[in-house]
């Protein structure tokens, strides 16, 4: 079955301090992945997205995310968080084809602290 | 540049009313969805549709429905009201597989309350 984990429902950070927001995630084929994040009140804006090559992609506001098969897990990382990242991140799965539908993660919830 | 815009925003029941939630996007997109959030569950699908005049299924489909009229429109339709429906609704878009990069694109979401 294709699932998403996102292990920590909420991570408080320090700011300046480095994040790591872990993902893994149970797909048949081969899986397209994301991150998204919502700020309060807000849609969800695509940060970055994983499709093939390289496996560490970069994305908007300094985010990136490595891709590793063997782990099956695409954990997302900021060196240096700024206050302006609180918000919740999900990580989904997904294909491309004509009746693919991404799958999300239950979110994780990251609070940041001056 | 509207994007995906859906009405209304907010909105507060009674338990049986009906009721439908408009999605609109400009982008030409062909694939449009419906989500819903809870708090702790993520984002679950509860319909969707590949192109004008096609709807299918969601993981959650259960006491709504939509029509797809019309390209750029997507409704979602609540007939009799539950307690259990309260809850945030996203509206989604993306573009048909040639112009397709994965990417889902969101309304800012319609709150809808029960009582």
């Known amino acids: 079955a294709q699932s998403v984990t996102q292990p920590d429902i909420h991570i408080t950070v320090s700011e300046g301090a480095s994040l790591e927001l872990r993902c893994n995630y149970s797909?048949?084929?081969?899986?397209?992945l994301f991150w998204y994040v919502q700020s309060p009140g807000q849609g969800l804006q695509l940060l970055l997205k994983?499709?093939?090559?390289?496996?560490l992609v970069q994305g908007i506001k300094g985010f990136e995310a490595e891709f590793k098969r063997s782990q099956s897990s695409f954990n997302l990382r900021k060196p240096s968080v700024h206050w302006s990242d609180a918000a919740e991140y999900f990580c989904a799965v997904g294909g491309f084809g004509d009746t693919d539908k991404l799958i999300f993660g239950t979110g994780t919830r990251l609070q940041v602290f001056p | 540049n509207a994007g995906v815009t859906q009405t209304p925003k907010f909105r507060v029941l009674k338990t049986g009313q009906s009721m439908t939630l408009l999605c609109a996007q400009d982008m030409n997109h062909e694939y449009m969805y419906w989500y819903r959030q809870d708090p702790g569950m993520g984002l679950r699908l509860i319909h969707y549709?590949?192109?004008?005049?096609?709807?299918a299924k969601g993981e959650v489909p259960d006491g709504y429905n939509v029509s797809r009229l019309k390209k750029q429109n997507f409704l979602l339709g609540l007939e009799s009201a539950a307690p259990s429906q309260t809850s945030v609704y996203f509206c989604a878009s993306r573009p048909g597989l040639a112009e397709n990069t994965g990417e889902l694109f969101f309304g800012e979401g319609s709150r809808l309350t029960v009582l």
């Open positions: 549709s590949v192109g004008e005049g096609t709807t």
């Open positions: 994983y499709f093939s090559g390289d496996t």
């Open positions: 797909y048949g084929a081969t899986p397209y």
